[in-house]
Structure formats: C-alpha cells, structure tokens
Antibody, heavy 118, light 113 residues
Framework: EVQLVESGGGLVKPGGSLRLTCAAS????????MNWVRQAPGKGLEWVGL??????????EYAAPVSGRFTISRDDSKNTLYLQMDSLKTEDTAVYYC?????????WGQGTLVTVSS | DIVMTQSPDSLAVSLGERATIHCKSS????????????VAWYQQKPGQPPKLLIY???ARESGVPDRFSGSGSGTDFTLTISSLQAEDVAVYYC?????????FGQGTKLEIK
C-alpha cells in the first residue's frame, strides 16, 4: 500500500526558509513522478512542481509563482522527497501535499501546514 | 497554461437524486498516442486531503462507490453522482495532468437540499 507522510511545516517569517519532507513507503519513490501541490486556507488546489523519475533523469519543473525560490529533491536511499522553500512570502501560506503519479493516477499524503507571517 | 473551469460553483441536490458537475478545459487534454484524456476528479472534505475518485476521465479509483462516474473527451468533462448520499457532501475538483503546469478547477461545493 502506498503511503506518503509529509512533515516539516510550521510558522516562518517572510523572507525565511523551510524544508518539507515527504516519506514514502509501499513503492520506490525514484520510479515515480513526484509532485508537490498546495492549498491556501479556504482556497483551491495549486500545483507547485515535480521531480521526474530516475529513468527520466530526475529533472524538475516548477510553477511560475515559486520558480527560483523553491527546490524539489529526493534521497533515494531514504525513499524521501523534499521541498526546500526559500524567500518565503505571506502568499505561500498553505497546506502542502506531496503526491505520487503513476499509471494515470495520483496518490496523496495528508499534508503539512506552512504559515508565513511576521 | 490550461484553465479548468467548473460549473456550477455550488450545487444543492436532494438525497437519492442525481448530481452533475461540469468541467471545461481551455484546450484539449486528449493525448492522441494512447487516446487517454488526462483528467481526474477529486472529493475533498474539510480538514482532509483530496481523495481521488476518477482518473483518465472515467476510470474509477479502487474502493470508490459505483454511483460516481466520469465522462467526456477533449475539452468537456462531467462528474456524475447517480444517487446522492449524505456522505457525498464535499467540494469536488477537476484536474488536468496533460501538460505542465498541472491545473485544477476552482471547485464545486455540493450540499444536500
């Protein structure tokens, strides 16, 4: 059974940094396209970015609002995905979900809340 | 970017009646090489992550009741709940994963009349 568990959320000041972690089990993370999706309080879903599978060279792509500030990476030895968030803005406040794509469908974690506020 | 537009924004349906939610994409999400439309539908209840209901337009996720069905092709898609149950009260989102950036509809809030 696929399980994704996010952690690392919390309160951070504008301009600060935070690293989110997504621990995967039940599958090999490096074989999947791994995504981050966020949801601001009371708002809809917004795709943040992804890292491709190892066979597709693990390249990354990002949504325009976070490009240049956020970095997605993974540690294959730990089967873990990361989202490094720098230069955080108040508008980055959201629940952040990791999501694994395979065979046309997505599995989702429970999410972790990031609050950017002074 | 592909814009996904859902209608209506909110919907009230009586228990046991049919609920229909529409989603229109600003361009085709049909991948010709495999004839799959890259559209999914999610259900989200307060305080919970999105739950996958339907992928590839009409493939029902394992464990999802068969009262949920998806249809459409190209740019027009529909989620149908054939007989509304109380536990179906939620916000529903369509999602295109045909091209990046992946995008979602704005959500449809479904309530009991």
């Amino acid at each position: 059974e696929v399980q994704l568990v996010e952690s690392g959320g919390g309160l951070v000041k504008p301009g600060g940094s935070l690293r989110l972690t997504c621990a995967a089990s039940g599958f090999t993370l490096s074989n999947a396209y791994m995504n981050w999706v966020r949801q601001a309080p009371g708002k809809g879903l917004e795709w943040v970015g992804l890292i491709k599978s190892k066979s597709d060279r693990g390249t990354t792509e990002y949504a325009a609002p976070v490009s240049g500030r956020f970095t997605i990476s993974r540690d294959d030895s730990k089967n873990t995905l990361y989202l490094q968030m720098d230069s955080l803005k108040t508008e980055d406040t959201a629940v952040y979900y990791c999501s694994a794509y395979g065979s046309g469908r997505f599995d989702w974690g429970q999410g972790t809340l990031v609050t950017v506020s002074s | 970017d592909i814009v996904m537009t859902q209608s209506p924004d909110s919907l009230a349906v009586s228990l046991g009646e049919r609920a229909t939610i529409h989603c229109k994409s600003s361009q085709s999400v049909l991948y010709s090489s495999n004839n799959n439309n890259y559209v999914a539908w999610y259900q989200q209840k307060p305080g919970q992550p999105p739950k996958l209901l339907i992928y590839w337009v009409s493939a029902r996720e394992s464990g999802v009741p068969d009262r949920f069905s998806g249809s459409g092709s190209g740019t027009d898609f529909t989620l149908t709940i054939s007989s509304l149950q109380a536990e179906d009260v939620a916000v529903y989102y369509c999602h295109q994963y045909y091209s990046r950036p992946y995008t979602f509809g704005q959500g449809t809030k479904l309530e009991i009349k």
